[in-house]
């Protein structure tokens, strides 16, 4: 399934691409895909076998009210293919493709007790400079570490927390 979510996401970007409405679509396919996954009803309306393609077209065009007309058609087609329950990860997958395109590097910063803004945005302008992307910087408390800081880039994590440096000292100790 992973594939055809992959495949679908591709096509739907390439669109948006070519009639420049990357961030539209991306806005309108994450609302829809958000009302999905809190709506319960959607998902059994949408997913279920016992209705038709027709009756859950005249249900969609209810939902996306005012959407952008690229983003109704590719909704149409997944329905047409039976292929809606994979709207999840195809939103996932159509996010990913857009923060490639907008050079867009997600970055977490977590310590154990609130920072200044000043200090995680000059952590964010850092990594940025040094990778040469865009920071999308967030910023989390979890007194769990003690102290330090953990930094997660894309999937690389840089851990200066107390923990882990408590740990690596256990570990040193109980090899001697």
């Given amino acids: 399934m992973e594939e055809i979510a992959q495949v679908y996401a591709r096509s739907l970007f390439e669109v948006a691409r070519e009639h420049d409405k990357l961030d539209e679509i991306r806005e309108q396919l994450g609302q829809f895909a958000d009302a999905m996954a809190e709506e319960r009803s959607l998902q059994v309306f949408f997913f279920s076998p016992e209705f038709s393609t027709d009756e859950k077209k005249e249900g969609l065009h209810q939902v996306v009210e005012g959407a952008d007309e690229t983003l109704v058609n590719f909704l149409e087609l997944l329905l047409e293919k039976h292929r809606m329950p994979v709207i999840f990860r195809i939103r996932a997958r159509y996010d990913e493709l857009w923060e490639h395109e907008n050079r867009l590097l997600p970055v977490q910063v977590t310590s154990a007790v609130e920072l200044d803004e000043g200090i995680v945005e000059q ?54």
Avoid at 137 to 145: A, E, H, K, N, Q
Wanted: glycine share 12%.
């Fill in 123 to 176: 952590i964010g302008e850092r990594i940025g400079s040094q990778t040469g992307q865009r920071v999308e910087l967030t910023s989390r408390v979890d007194p769990d570490i003690l102290g330090g800081v953990v930094v997660r880039v894309g999937n690389a994590i840089l851990d200066a927390s107390i923990r882990s440096r408590l740990e690596r000292l256990r570990k040193q100790v109980a090899r001697a």
